[in-house]
C-alpha cells in the first residue's frame, strides 16, 4: 500500500470534491498507529474502536481550519490522547461508586480479554503500568513501545522534555519495583 | 540482585512487542464503517436541530403566554377598587368590617351620652333663669 505525503493529503482536503479521498489516504496511513497508540491507554479493543473513531470524526471535522504550524502527525496525536484521557475521566464518572479503581478493573479483565496475546511476563507488566497515573502511562508508552522523541512527545503531550524524561524516569523505576514485588 | 534481573527483563526486546490482537480485517473495514458513520451523523443532523429548534420555540412561546397571562392578573388584581380588603383575605375584611360597626356604636353612645348631658344642662339653666325672673333677681348680678 502507497504511503502517502501529508502535503499531498493536506492539498486534496482542501479540493472541492477530493476530500474524502484525501482523508481516506489519512485514515491508511494513520489509522494502524493511532489505533494501538489509543489501545495502549484504554486497554480494551472495543473501546479503543470507540475512541479511534470519535478521534477520526474530530479531525474530519477540524481538518479543514488545520494550520500545519505542527506537522499531521503530532496534531493527530494529539487528539487521539486526548480523547483516549477523555474516555478515561468518562469511564470512571460512569462508575456506580467513586471508590471503584477503573484502572484495576481493566486490568482484571485483561486476564480474560479474547483479543490480549501476551504470555504471562508481558501480563504483569500491563497490569503494572495499569497502576501508573495517566499521563505518566502515555509517556511511558510511547517512549518504551513506540520509542517517540522526547521532542515530538513534547509537542503532542505540550509537556517540556525536560518533564518527559523525569516522568518516564519515574514510571521505569515504579514499574521495575511493581515487579520486583511480584 | 533480583532488581538488576527486572531492569534487563524490561528491555528485554520480547517485551516491547504488542500483546494485543484485534479481529481480523478489522483495519480493512474501518474506513468504510467511519465513513458510514460520518454519513449517517451529517444526515441525521438536520433533523435533530430542528427537533430542538422547534421544541424551544414551543417552550418559549408557552413561558411568554403564561408571563403575559400572569401580568395581567396582577394588574386587574392590585389596582381594582378594595383590592386589599377583599377576596385574598376575606378574614382581614371581616375585622375591619366588625371595627368600623364597633367604631359607629361607640361614637353613637358617645353622642347621645353627650346630648343627655346636655339637655340636663339646659334645663337646669332654664329653671334658674324662671326661679331668679319669679324672684326678680337682676341678670346682671348673676354674671359678675
Known sequence: ?182 | MKKEQNIVNLQHESLKKHPFGVPDGYFESFSERLQKRIREDSASKVPVRRMVTTARIRVAMAAAVLGVALISYSIIRFTAPNSGSSGFYPDIALLEQLQMIDDDSYLMELMSSRSEALNEEEAFASQAIEYLAINDVEMDLLFE
Open chain 1, 1 to 182: 500500500m502507497p504511503e502517502w505525503d501529508d502535503r499531498e493529503i493536506l492539498e486534496g482536503i482542501k479540493i472541492p470534491g477530493k476530500e474524502e479521498v484525501a482523508f481516506n489516504q489519512l485514515l491508511q496511513k494513520y489509522q494502524e498507529r493511532l489505533y494501538w497508540h489509543i489501545r495502549k491507554i484504554v486497554i480494551g479493543h472495543d473501546d479503543t474502536d470507540d475512541v479511534l473513531q470519535n478521534t477520526m470524526i474530530k479531525v474530519w471535522k477540524s481538518l479543514p481550519s488545520f494550520r500545519a504550524d505542527s506537522g499531521l502527525f503530532t496534531w493527530l496525536y494529539r487528539i487521539a490522547t486526548n480523547e483516549a484521557l477523555t474516555f478515561l475521566k468518562q469511564k470512571k464518572k460512569r462508575a456506580l461508586a467513586p471508590w471503584v479503581d477503573v484502572e484495576h478493573k481493566i486490568s482484571e479483565t485483561l486476564e480474560s480479554d479474547p483479543w490480549f496475546n501476551g504470555d504471562e511476563i508481558q501480563l504483569k507488566l500491563q497490569q503494572a503500568i495499569l497502576k501508573l497515573p495517566d499521563k505518566q502511562r502515555i509517556v511511558f508508552n510511547m517512549k518504551y513501545f513506540d520509542e517517540v522523541k522526547y521532542e515530538d512527545m513534547s509537542v503532542i503531550l505540550e509537556t517540556s522534555v525536560g518533564a518527559l524524561k523525569a516522568s518516564y524516569h519515574h514510571a521505569v523505576k515504579k514499574i521495575e519495583a511493581m515487579l520486583g514485588d511480584d
